[in-house]
């Protein structure tokens, strides 16, 4: 089985998908897809699909969505086989007070996306900006949108869903900060400013921006983008930027050597992914 998360929501088994149309089921497969060959509990997927206000009948309903979910497998797999020998209950199995969903070995994107980033933190942290940079790029070229874009999530499916976009933008920090330590700071004004614009309380992204312009001499412009998240801080939020924007600015204004390419980045480093 192939899951991906990372955008609409696809499960493949054998090839064809076993996504179901309707609202509940696919909340219940999103939640085992978003815990694969893990245990689920029925409480779970109880609170993702009603809330705190379950029906009645909520212990037979829950074993209809499921059946519903394993004869869209079975029309997948075409019934029991050697490797799967209770058929579509050997891939969706029942657990104690649950279920699991067994990829038997298949592909997750959330589990390449994580193998992908942490090398591309630990390749940061030994100071391999190229492989970082490089590692960072494949792990975000997984994403084909929003993280479950078409299910209609309960309270279950948004924390995970919140904790993965979350991720998203701390990688997408760590992959800027690994280019600006390359010199790519041309290269990555454009989408920096395409950034700042879609999160304009985001205080990494416009930190990187300011640096990325000052290195390619653009200190007035690094300066006016301080100015305008400034305004909005306080406009908005009532905040003053943070210490680390400030000190940035000081620097600008004083041409400092710390802004120089060959200077480590310790003082103006973002805390991806940021406050915002």
Partial sequence: MDIEVLGACRVMQTGKSVVPS???????????????????SVGMLVEEVWG????????TTLQTYILQLRNLITSAIGGPSPDLPLGAKSVLVTQPGGYLLDT?????????????????????EKGDYEAAADLFRKALA???GPALADVECGRVLDVEVTRL???????????????LLLGRHH???????????????????????????YRAG???????????????????????????????????LDSSSELRLDQPLS??????????
């Avoid at 309707?22 to 689920?40: E, Q």
Wanted: some cysteine; proline content about 7%; aromatic content about 6%.
């Fill in 104 to 124: 038997q070995g298949g592909s997750v994107d959330v589990r390449e996306y994580e193998r992908l980033s942490g090398g591309g933190h630990r390749a940061l």
């Fill in 187 to 213: 290269e990555i004004i454009g989408e920096l400013f395409g950034l700042a614009a879609r999160h304009p309380l985001h205080e990494g992204i416009h930190l990187q921006l300011m640096l990325a312009l």
């Fill in 218 to 252: 653009r200190r007035t412009t690094a300066l006016e983008v301080y100015q305008r998240l400034r305004d909005v801080l306080a406009g908005e939020l009532g905040l003053d930027p943070s210490y680390e924007l400030q000190s940035l600015q000081g620097a600008l």
């Fill in 52 to 59: 705190e206000t379950p029906p009645p009948s909520v212990a």
């Fill in 22 to 40: 309707a609202v509940k089921p696919r909340k219940v497969l999103a939640v085992l897809a978003l815990n694969p060959d893990r245990p689920v």
């Fill in 142 to 144: 997984l994403w084909r």
């Fill in 165 to 179: 976009e979350e991720s998203r933008m701390g990688i997408l920090c760590r992959r800027i900060e690994a280019d």
């Fill in 267 to 276: 003082l103006f480093r973002v805390r991806a992914p940021g406050r915002y």
